[in-house]
């Protein structure tokens, strides 16, 4: 991996800012995860409401192009996306989501580092982040990376509730 280290991740996996061109590759990668993770948990109106709202193509291009979106790359392929945000004083991690077929190899952890190291590197502590209740493998996945359940909101209107979660980034980021 090229800009961080992961035993477990292949060698050739890039993780970089976004571009205007991995734009299709992005929107993907939003499509073929939602579908295969949340389908299952929330429905497919969930899916359908979720894409359409954030992974569209204005969407996603705003996000390119506020240089807010990262992408892991292999090859030619975007197979996993991270997309970070400000608000107040804290930084957000909107979005993470990696290939169902290129889980458990590391690209998840090093999307996750590099979103750390740029809010350090920023000036900010806290990272923070919601998970759609029901979510089990990614709240497994956080909490492996020190985060902790701020908060439950409440979905309503058939919507799933969000778990929220926060991690102090006082000590720097990630070496998991
Ligand atoms: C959560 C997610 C981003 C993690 O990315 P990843 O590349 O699989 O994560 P890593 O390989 O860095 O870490 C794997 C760890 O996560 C867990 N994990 C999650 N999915 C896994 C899978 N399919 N296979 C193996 N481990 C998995 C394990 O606890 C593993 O821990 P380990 O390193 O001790 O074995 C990814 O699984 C994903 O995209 N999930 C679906 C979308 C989603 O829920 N995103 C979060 C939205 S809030």
Redesign the pocket.
């Known amino acids: 991996m090229s800009t961080t280290d ?1 035993a ?2 292949p060698a050739s996996v890039q993780i970089r800012t976004a571009r205007g061109d991995d734009l299709s590759g992005a929107i993907s990668v939003g499509h073929r ?2 579908l ?2 949340y389908e299952p948990i929330a429905g497919p109106e969930y899916v359908a409401m979720g894409l359409a709202k954030w992974w569209t193509r204005d969407a996603v291009t705003a996000s390119i192009r506020a240089g807010r979106t990262l992408v892991a790359v292999l090859g030619d392929e975007v197979i ?1 996306v991270a997309t970070h945000g400000v608000q107040d004083d804290h930084v957000v ?1 909107w ?6 077929g ?11 580092r590099e979103v750390e190291q740029r809010a350090v590197a920023a000036g900010h502590r806290t990272l923070v ?4 209740a029901g ?1 089990e ?2 709240a ?3 909490v ?1 990376h020190g985060f902790v359940t701020t908060q439950v909101e409440k979905g309503g209107s058939g919507m799933p509730d969000s778990v929220w979660m926060s991690k102090d980034l006082g000590n720097g980021a990630d070496a998991t």
Do not use: D, E, M
């Open positions: 992961s477990k991740s995860t939602w295969a993770t996993g991690l979005k993470l989501y990696v290939l169902p290129q889980h458990g190899k590391g690209i998840g952890s090093a999307l996750l982040l919601s998970h759609i979510n493998q990614a497994r996945f956080y492996k």
